[in-house]
DNA sequence: ACCTATTTTTGAAACGTTTGTTTCTTAAAT
DNA sequence: ATTTAAGAAACAAACGTTTCAAAAATAGGT
């Protein structure tokens, strides 16, 4: 990256006419002005929807703005107005690739809701992705440049960074899914517990009694409110709860298929070389739930394997249901029951209150609304199932 | 997204001292030069690196420059230079799922190197999702508003966009795994004859000789591609190639599941309703491949999973390799086996190519270095193989 | 010493907007 | 008819840079 040279010699003329390019200068609001036979300030009224343009001049100059095909230019308008025209979405680069690749589907969701606002409001977003253990970070620069009009964050943010954003009184809100919210910072929260529990409740309905759980103990807010929602359900059903049977080792995919492991074996953890045979005969022996309940779309998929590599079907031995509805569930074999996230609904949310904060309004943090199950593949009733299962 | 009031009503004593905060007002270049006894236009020159300037004048602006924080306004300078120092990155909403992501880890790669640039480099990069049927899109409106700086594209560009491009003289690179290449752009490209080759000699070289191919038959020139290498790779090591085990239905993951259901049952589409064990049964008694190559990672995993349902053992009964190395590869139950596609690499290239145009210059399209197998747990030799495979 | 080249430095005019203030219309009220 | 007030439109000064053209300082010959 070092030749980026960003300077320009001499570079006026060159620059005007674009390299090799007829590239027709464009109009600016002064040729407007002088098209209508009207000063750049009404044109600039118009254009900004001010009072105190006659009905008449408005219409004349809004019929040139057009058949001019007049475009603002951003730059200058942002100059004067102290503004960028661009909000910032900030990654973690420490987050989970999986956690990531949502992230990214919330900030192109983003970006064609601004797209398709085109002409009206001309924000852009731009991604930025931020160590979580640099001193000075480059968003901290941006925000005191006044390059960032306000940031949409995913987690959350270092001190430092929320510091400079006040400081300046940049606007920013938090999409935390599974974070514990910053009570000081408007979010846009999800309500995991009520997931789990209807997941949870979903599965008890299809007659489960025997069923285990599979969540990610390194998001411990994210952990224990999916375990609460979880329990709840068991508790509002009757059933009982196997502490052998709540899993949480799971911190990225692979962690899942190692709870899925134990969760086969009893709770014995594979001994290093043993034969799979043998792992597997250990595990038809014992007891093993008729239906697993993850906290993540991939650890079913991880999961779904694992149980398969011992031997059972899915979902004719074991079901499964996950949390997210990422793109591939569908396309799974079996597809993949779950409670889909809507990306879509969050970037709204979120942008919404960012643009009141933008226009110096205030905005309250927000539970998105839990959506239902989407039934697929990968469940089966208790009542059809293939085999009858002994605990 | 109708609210987006992005006026600003007499605000200017509220813009400058922004929204209930202190912001400092940021030093400008004239601060600067006051502060060196020194005029504006010096300070710019030493900013930009200039001819001309002593010395001893030099060292004192800069020394009083980084004392002071400075940070140059973009805006002013971006409305003197005629740049806007962002370059957009165009990915089409039609893209299936699994493509966006890995664009969207090739925008990741970008955004960390721009700001890890920083202050050099003040660029950054704004995704922009464009829809293949609109007629007069928002990328043209950015690119004639002078709005970019240059343009990285996946996949392709429409040819209204390229026209607008051309037009303004505006730079752009394409970014085209598996898609023909307009000779006119300057592009970055994957060899994937190459890949698909070296992917089936290591297989071969294993000892393998029943290999399938699932492949794409949606995007013709990646496929006709892969195709080759793949029997180009058979052919070498005296290999028969067998038209049954080479599928291409596969344009998303599920239909890499029905192309190994049909490899399986011998190329008999299985019928509505067939009994699962009935099809089962119709697969183990003929001939299947003891290896697969899946031109995408994701198909070996759908393919795997129909394996799997068909009570073939991975890797013992067959073995599976893919391309890409998505994240999931090392986490998935056995660990794929794949070559990787770097999108740091592509990045990397596509910035260079894309920067030394904006400054001016010419720049060639690039074939990127192949990479080799990376060997994980979904291959087994021929001679470790569970039983004894009769074709 | 002076005149000329050369290197440094500066003044000031842009770039395309927005917006506070002033000026001009026009109509209503006296 | 004259004054007043409101409403429209225009002027012109910013915003923070870059860069042309010109001035000032320095150095290099005679």
């Known amino acids: 990256m070092s030749g980026y040279d960003v300077s320009n010699n001499g570079a006026n003329s060159e620059s005007n006419a674009r390299r090799g390019g007829k590239g027709a200068a464009p109009a600016t609001i002064r040729d407007i002005a002088r098209l209508c036979g009207v000063s750049s300030a009404t044109v600039s009224y118009v254009l900004n929807d001010k009072y105190g343009v006659s009905d008449a001049v408005r219409a004349r100059v809004k019929a040139v703005l057009d058949s001019e095909g007049y475009a603002q230019n951003l730059r200058a308008k942002g100059l004067k107005t102290r503004r960028s025209y661009a909000v910032h979405a900030v990654i973690r680069k420490e987050a989970a690739p999986a956690c990531k690749a949502f992230y990214f589907g919330v900030i192109a969701c983003i970006a064609e809701r601004l797209s398709s606002a085109l002409p009206e409001s ?24 006044g390059d960032t009009d306000g940031v949409i964050a995913f987690q959350g943010l270092m001190p430092n960074t929320v510091g400079a954003l006040e400081g300046q009184g940049v606007p920013y809100v938090i999409i935390n899914p599974g974070f514990e919210a910053d009570p000081r910072a408007v979010s846009v929260k999800i309500d995991f517990e009520e997931l789990s529990y209807r997941a949870t409740s979903y599965i008890a309905s299809l007659g489960h009694a025997d069923i285990a759980f599979i969540g990610m103990r390194r998001l411990p807010f994210f952990f224990s409110a999916t375990k609460r929602g979880f329990r709840r359900a068991l508790r509002e059903n009757g059933l009982t709860e196997r502490r052998e049977w709540i899993r949480g080792e799971a911190d990225c995919a692979e962690g899942a298929a190692d709870a899925m492991r134990r969760i086969l074996t009893g709770g014995i953890k594979a001994e290093r070389g043993m034969a799979r045979e043998q792992e597997r005969g250990m595990a038809r022996a014992g007891a093993y739930p008729t239906a697993v309940f993850c906290t993540q779309d991939n650890f079913a998929f991880s999961a779904m394997s694992v ?28 597809a993949l029951t779950t409670i889909p996230i809507s990306p ?45 299962h002994a605990v």
């Open 307 to 334: 149980a398969r590599g011992f031997g059972y079907r899915v979902p004719e031995d074991i079901s499964f249901v996950g949390i997210d509805d990422v793109p591939e569930a569908k396309y799974i074999e079996p």
């Open 344 to 388: 879509q609904t969050l970037a709204d949310e979120a942008m919404g209150r960012l643009f009141a904060m933008i226009d110096g309004g205030q905005a309250k943090s927000v539970t998105v609304e839990s959506m239902d199950v989407i039934e697929r593949k990968s469940v089966c009733p208790r009542e059809y199932m293939a085999t009858s």
């Open 122 to 145: 001309t924000y852009s977003v731009v991604p930025v992705f931020q160590s979580d253990d640099e001193s000075d970070d480059t968003l901290s620069g941006l925000i005191r440049n």
